[in-house]
């Protein structure tokens, strides 16, 4: 062993063991949420399918916010949803939209197929639009939707809201602190595992809706899953300018399914001011779901993109004699005070999915701009889209969007 080293291991330990005994005494003390009892509105729920009860679950967190009723075009889906979360459930689009007062949300859960066609009759019916990613399958569409929503004077706000949330707040602070010195290079991997190996058919939501893997293969986990950390990124760093891409349906005719989207994408990513990143997305790769901001002064790492409560860890760079070392142990980054309600794990995550429909509803309240803004949407889109469509041969795309960094939550600062 090189000298010395064995006393640096033991000190780390120990901080390692000091920083996990204090855990469970700071989980009791953030018990307690600022934001929960003050937000409130009416929200209309389109589509009830798998995600649908994530966001019924996850509003039991704000008791002021209520759900006034469902639709889905599959009238006994929606039965069943409405039945199993006791809200009316309405016979047809129009009559959820009319049903909705001034200054109310509408969440579009529906496929992404179907995401711009409701997003359109939403903005007209004069309604503030929250939808699940992506905003459109199509960039055309997707300006359409935000020209149409800025002419209405309505929000228009796009999934995934992790960005919100605690792990993604702290990771944010962490790197505005220059706790780990000037960021250089981002590592982030959304990975999932070799996904068309597992029991899909037997994925069920609480309410009995089948996970929709035929959709999931068909529209690719790049648009499904790299907003978890592209937002993340856009949040901190603000506008992408340049994205290098590539993708790849590595895997075709997955359980049965033709016409599958890529199942792979790699991207670097150049911002107008940030880092370099790189950034992959697979339903191939061995699961991974880490993010690692590099520093002049070492590594900030998360390990879990789909767990609001992720720790932040920053792993400090030193010099050993002549030996250039990464502490083996991170030492947790944490927030002042309070931050929001969490949820139990559901299947794969840990995520409150009522914190973007709830930012929605306090900036209205409090007239002040929604982090969640319609630039923000559409430059997300737009990103994520290039690394999708990428393909082999596209090169360096650049980005006509822009938008600028987030906010943070008002316990973030």
Request: aromatic share 8%; proline share 6%.
């Amino acid at each position: 062993m090189v000298p010395g080293l064995g006393s640096l291991y033991n000190k780390m330990l120990s901080d390692l063991q000091n920083d996990c005994a204090n855990d469970c005494a700071f989980v009791s003390q953030r018990a307690s949420d600022l934001m929960t009892q003050q937000v409130q509105g009416k929200v209309v729920v389109i589509g009830c399918g798998f995600v649908a009860d994530l966001y019924m679950r996850s509003f039991e967190t704000f008791p002021n916010v209520t759900v006034i009723g469902a639709y889905d075009v599959i009238t006994t889906r929606a039965a069943t949803y409405c039945s199993h979360w006791n809200i009316p459930a309405f016979k047809s689009l129009s009559a959820a939209l009319d049903a909705l007062p001034e200054g109310g949300i509408v969440l579009n859960l529906t496929n992404p197929s179907a995401h711009f066609e409701i997003n359109q009759a939403v903005i007209e019916a004069g309604h503030h639009c929250y939808c699940e990613k992506p905003l459109a399958m199509d960039m055309t569409d997707a300006q359409d939707l935000h020209r149409m929503a800025e002419e209405r004077g309505v929000m228009l706000a796009s999934a995934p809201c992790s960005v919100l949330g605690e792990a993604a707040q702290t990771l944010a602070k962490a790197v505005r602190d220059q706790v780990a010195g000037v960021p250089r290079l981002v590592y982030a991997e959304l990975d999932d595992g070799f996904i068309p190996q597992a029991p899909v058919e037997d994925w069920r939501s609480e309410s009995g809706a089948p996970w929709p893997y035929e959709d999931e293969f068909r529209v690719g986990c790049t648009l499904e899953h790299a907003g978890y950390y592209l937002s993340w990124l856009i949040a901190m760093f603000g506008s992408v300018r340049t994205v290098v891409a590539a993708s790849a349906e590595v895997l075709p005719d997955k359980r049965g399914v033709r016409g599958g989207a890529p199942d792979v994408s790699v991207a670097t990513l150049f911002f107008e001011n940030g880092p370099v990143v790189r950034l992959t997305c697979s339903i191939v790769a061995p699961h991974d779901h880490q993010i690692r901001v590099i520093g002049d002064k070492g590594v900030l790492a998360l390990r879990k993109a789909w767990d609001n409560a992720a720790p932040v860890r920053f792993y400090k760079r030193f010099r050993l004699r002549r030996r250039l070392i990464d502490s083996p142990f991170g030492k947790r980054i944490r927030l002042a005070g309070p931050t929001h309600a969490k949820v139990g794990r559901r299947g794969a995550a840990a995520m409150n999915f009522a914190l973007g429909p709830a930012e929605m509803l306090a900036a209205l309240a409090e007239n002040r701009p929604c982090r969640l803004s319609n630039d923000f949407a559409l430059h997300l889109n737009e990103v994520t889209l290039a690394i999708q469509n990428a393909g082999e041969a596209t090169g360096a795309q650049a980005m006509t969007t822009t938008c600028t960094p987030m906010d943070p939550m008002d316990w973030a600062h």
